[in-house]
């Protein structure tokens, strides 16, 4: 890209928003017009899950995850561009924009790489450089720079400089003054920074060793693995490099990253063309200490931090995966059922909460003391038969397994007709003490709330876990070394992704559920509630426009997420966009089904042949993608994602280590995935661990790419350790050779 000296045009200063998108397109590999489209839906103010939803017809059917990675990558382009024509403009001011500078400025793709290339015209802090400077050797050093002065007359020239400035008593101080300003000037050539950081990406090795300054032995041995770890730089995993880190913040490890520093010396030698420099050997002794104290130093903290934040990425990654799933488990709709939160001393705290999640009794029992177990089972089955209860729900937190033995005795010796199940309860304790846990039971001690919401948990996951920060789920690796602002981000864009998927009950939804709707904040969805309680009940999605503060806009982003389910407009109850009234209705008359009966069956027997969508739109004279919609809220009217998903393992007995055999078949379900495997609960005091290699027999990549956090799934017993009470598991079928102990 040519231009003349010194002329910034204004598309130099600001990227067009053209040139953006088209930039964009090309990174994301996604059609031009669909990207030109999104961007501008996304600039009007809607939301994500509304286009997703909603504007198929505009974004050309993008997904979801395009969606968001439009959204993500125009701020970030803007980002850059925005900072690109201030230092440009800041350049030309300077009188140091130059055209070679001018184009690499342009061709910058990052805020990193900009910043490196407006470095050496930032206000320097004071070095070495700096002092040398300020005693007047740069003209010297330019000298020796330019090949003007040789390495046969570097003394002689340094020497005419002593005496010049107070500071300058000797020959040896301007040398070395001078070696400083040039090793600081090659520092800051973005083309040897380039050579080394390639050199190190390629050849890197990272080393640990225990410290032996750390005094923390139960650290030590948490981290012994890392004593004399040595890995290639660029295939150490995100969960070793997340270790590697905190070992290293906590002073447990020593950390080392060594690379072919003289294939880097050789090659900056080379870009330097000091072959043929008069001054090759004082050059060479200025680049060599430019890369060991500039250098190569400032690239190590690069590529260090470089995988530290791609670690985190890939963290927050798995973390908002096995939320999505963990928030994703069917709800356990129109069941009875008994919480129990565990506990030793204090006992284990019991309520028992009907099919609409309404406490109708709470106790407490006990596991150990001086109450014989019989009477505590006894007190169980006598509440289970008082209220029926279908399914009692075990938090897995201290005593979950002693409360375990204690209702499976109960359900055996009584001949009880439930079942349990073990209940994630991370968080629950949270909640109970919140601000939203004390306003929505005020009368509840925090123990009894805790309770409920483990029970409410099984009821219906996504409506009583949104309630708790997502941080606090404990279904993450490494969380709490994450930065703690991107991964609130990161898991906030994931319970907004499926709250609107599953879609929220208008009249029945909490505060806590509402501010995740399309189109909603705390603010609007504390009205909404308000307005129940007030006014009853809402009958139509319309009388939303009657809430203060919720306009034609908010209310075009939020109708579609919200429904009624026995309401005056039977259409409320589907996924059908208010706006797509007229054309639903439409749709069904065309295939002789009233809206009225539509929700009193499974769904309108709309066609038992095959759809031909392109003669349905043209017919309805509307888009493809709207009609497709409609059709499949009008088809599938109370249809909820989540039941494509397997419910709960439900149990009637305990099981002990004891128990276990090499090769014995079991049934768990999965508690946590991680990169280096799964971790499956079936039914003892700890998880089993499933390790990435035994999860399938094909190559697996990621654990994600085969087991979810909740799946129910079959597994084998591979390693019994006995001491440590440790179970790992297989989900291949085990062959004798296979088994060890």
């Known amino acids: 890209m040519c231009r003349s000296r010194g002329v910034v045009t204004e598309k130099d200063r600001m990227d067009s928003e053209q040139e953006l998108i088209q930039r964009l397109s090309s990174q994301l590999g996604l059609k031009l017009d669909s990207v030109r489209r999104t961007v501008e839906i996304l600039d009007e103010g809607n939301t994500v899950p509304f286009i997703t939803r909603y504007r198929k017809q505009q974004t050309g059917g993008l997904d979801e995850n395009q969606i968001r990675a439009i959204q993500e990558g125009i701020a970030t382009l803007r980002e850059v561009s925005t900072t690109r024509a201030r230092m440009i403009e800041s350049l030309q001011e300077l009188g140091k924009l130059t055209p070679e500078l001018q184009a690499q400025l342009l061709e910058a793709d990052s805020k990193r790489r900009l910043d490196e290339l407006y470095a050496p015209f930032r206000v320097k802090k004071k070095t070495k450089a700096t002092e040398a400077l300020e005693r007047g050797l740069g003209p010297l050093a330019e000298a020796i720079w330019n090949g003007r002065v040789g390495d046969d007359q570097v003394e002689k020239v340094a020497a005419n400089c002593v005496g010049k400035h107070p500071d300058l008593v000797d020959s040896q101080i301007v040398i070395d003054g001078a070696r400083e300003i040039i090793a600081s000037r090659i520092s800051e050539l973005v083309a040897i920074r380039d050579i080394v950081r390639e050199t190190a990406r390629r050849t890197a090795m990272i080393r640990t ?153 709470s106790d407490l029992i006990f596991v150990i003391g001086k109450d014989s177990r019989e009477s505590q089972a006894e007190k169980l089955s006598q509440l289970v038969a008082k209220h029926q209860v279908d399914v009692i729900a075990i938090g897995n937190g201290t005593a979950s397994r002693e409360t375990e033995a204690l209702v499976s005795e109960a359900i055996q010796n009584h001949n009880l007709s439930c079942r349990y199940t073990i209940v994630n309860e991370a968080g629950a304790s949270i909640y109970s003490a919140s601000q939203a846990g004390q306003e929505e039971f005020p009368d509840l001690d925090a123990t009894v709330r805790g309770t409920l919401s483990i029970g409410r948990r099984l009821q219906d996951p996504l409506s009583e876990l949104v309630k708790i920060e997502p941080q606090h789920l404990g279904v993450g690796m490494y969380q709490h070394d994450l930065p703690e602002k991107q991964l609130e981000q990161s898991l906030s864009e994931v319970v907004v992704s499926c709250v609107n998927s599953v879609g929220v009950d208008l009249n029945r939804a909490s505060t806590e559920l509402l501010k995740y709707v399309s189109g909603l904040n705390r603010k609007s969805a504390e009205k909404i509630v308000q307005r129940r309680h007030e006014s009853g009940p809402f009958r139509r999605r319309r009388e939303l426009l009657d809430v203060p503060g919720i306009g034609p806009a908010t209310y075009t982003q939020a109708a579609g997420f919200l429904r009624i389910a026995d309401g005056d407009e039977p259409l409320d109850a589907t996924w059908v966009h208010p706006e797509s009234y007229s054309l639903a209705r439409q749709m069904l008359k065309s295939f002789g089904v009233e809206p009225q009966s539509m929700l009193k069956t499974k769904g309108p027997k709309l066609s038992t042949e095959r759809i031909n969508f392109d003669e349905l739109s043209s017919s309805l004279q509307s888009d493809r993608f709207t009609v497709e919609q409609v059709y499949e809220a009008i088809s599938r009217p ?56 035994r999860l399938s027999d094909q190559f697996v990549s990621s654990p994600l790419d085969c087991v979810s956090l909740g799946d129910v799934v079959t597994v084998w017993v591979a390693q019994l350790d006995e001491e440590r009470k440790r179970l790992g598991l297989s989900m291949i079928p085990l062959e004798d050779a296979d088994l060890e102990r």
């Not at 791609?310 to 928030?327: I, K, P």
Request: glycine share 10%.
């Open 638 to 693: 109370g249809r909820d994602p989540r039941e494509d998903v397997a419910g709960p393992l439900f149990r009637s007995g305990v099981m002990n280590f004891e128990d276990l055999k090499i090769g014995m078949k079991l049934q768990g379900v999965v508690s946590n995935v991680v990169d280096f495997g799964a971790f499956v609960d079936v039914g003892l005091k700890n998880d089993g661990l499933v390790h990435i290699s």
């Open 209 to 361: 060793k225990l410290s032996s300054g750390g005094k923390d032995e139960e650290l030590k041995k948490t981290f012994s693995d890392y004593g004399g770890f040595e890995s290639s730089f660029k295939r150490l995993a995100p969960h070793r490099v997340m270790a590697i880190d905190r070992g290293e913040a906590k002073k447990i490890l020593r950390v080392s990253l060594d690379w072919d520093g003289d294939q880097a010396q050789r090659r900056a030698a080379a870009n330097l063309e000091l072959g043929i420099h008069r001054a090759k050997r004082f050059m060479a002794e200025c680049l060599s200490e430019s890369l060991k104290r500039f250098v190569n130093p400032a690239v190590e903290r690069e590529l260090r931090r470089e995988a530290t934040e791609s670690a985190h990425v890939h963290s927050m990654g798995v973390f908002a995966a096995n939320l999505r799933s963990l928030l994703m488990q069917p709800p356990l709709p129109s069941k009875t059922v008994m919480a129990i939160d565990p506990g030793f001393r204090s006992g284990c705290k019991v309520a028992v909460i009907d099919r609409l999640g309404t406490l109708l009794e």
